[in-house]
């Protein structure tokens, strides 16, 4: 194998990881979880 072949695979599986990450951030699943932090700084503390 040779270490251009290696430099392109590494490149392929990272952008696959960051494309898996994107989509999972923006995915509809986490909108409730991702609003509820987002308004955490202006809950009245108790």
Do not use: C, T
């Not at 898996?20 to 809950?43: C, T």
Request: glycine fraction near 6%.
């Amino acid at each position: 194998m040779d270490i251009n072949v290696l430099r392109g695979v590494i490149a392929v599986v990272s952008l696959a990881i960051f494309l898996g990450i994107v989509g999972w951030a923006y995915s509809r699943h986490q909108k409730a979880r991702f609003d509820e932090a987002a308004n955490l700084p202006f809950a009245e503390k108790d």
